[in-house]
C-alpha cells in the first residue's frame, strides 16, 4: 500500500485522486469507520515568476466535523474496535424489540422472530468481521458480497453505531431478511430451426432454499420440447413428430463439501461454493 505520489514526479491531478482515494480507504480500512473524504486535501505551493519550475505539495489530513444545529464541532479521528456483533433474521419494522435471542457466544448474537431456520454456524460463516478486531470497510463489504451470493436473503443490511455501554467501541449490526423458501416458474418458448420446422418447449423449475437449514438450495428442473421436422418420415402423418424430456436435480452448498481431505485451500473471500448435479 505505498504512495503513489513521490517527490520529484510531474504534477499529475490523476495521481492526486488515487492517492486521496487510497488515503480514505486506507483510514476506513483501519478503524476510523466515521472518516470524511473531505479531510484529506492538498495544499500546493507555486513561484508565481515562473523562475522555479517546482511545485510544493503539502498533503493534509484533517479532523471530524460534525454540525451540531448551526454549531460546526471538529473532534480528532481516532480508531474504533468491535465490541460486538448483532444478526437479526427477519425484517420488523416495529423495531428490534421484538426478536428473541436464538445464540450468544463470544460478543456475538443471533436474534429472530418466532423460530430460527438456520444453522447458527451458517450464518456465522459470513462474517468477515470479529469481535476484537478494527473497524474495516473490506470486512464489511466481504460480510455483504457473502450474504448477497447466497440468494437466501432480500438485500442485506450491514450497519455498525457506537455501542452502548462503551463509546470508545463500535457494535455491528446485521439485517438478513429471508427469501421465500419455495419458489415455482414456467417457461414457454416456440422456436424454428435446421432441425425441426416448429419446436415447443414447456418448462418447470421448482427452487427450495435453506434445504437442511445451511442456506443450501436445491433446483429441480423439467423441460418437455414438441416438435415437427419434414425430415422425419411417420405413417400417420402426424405433424408433430419429435418429442423431447428432460430434467436435472442440483444441490448448492455455499462452501467447499468434500469427503475427505482438508477442506480449507480456497480462501472464504473467494465465496466458494459445491454443486451436486443430477
Known sequence: NRPLVNSGQAFEPRLLELERKRLIQFFRNHGVFNFQSPSVRYQAAIDS????TTIDLTLKVGNLQIRANDTLITNTYRTYPIKSIALYIDQNKEGV??????YQQDNISIYAQGKLRYRPQALL????????????????????????KLQNFKYPSI????HPEDSTQLEAQVFLNPKERFSLGF???VSHSNIQDVGIALGTNAQIRNTFRRTEILKFQVKANLGASQDLGTQNN?????????????LNFPHIRLPLGKKDWVSREANPNTRMSL
Do not use: H, I, T, V
Open 49 to 52: 515568476l515562473g523562475l522555479d
Open 97 to 102: 424489540a421484538l426478536y428473541q435471542p436464538f
Open 125 to 148: 460463516r459470513g462474517l468477515f468481521m470479529k469481535p476484537g478486531d478494527l473497524y474495516s470497510d473490506r470486512d464489511r463489504n466481504l460480510s455483504y458480497r457473502y450474504f448477497s
Open 159 to 162: 450497519g455498525y453505531r457506537l
Open 187 to 189: 417457461d414457454l418458448d
Open 238 to 250: 402426424q405433424f408433430f413428430n419429435l418429442f423431447e424430456l428432460g430434467g436435472d436435480l442440483n
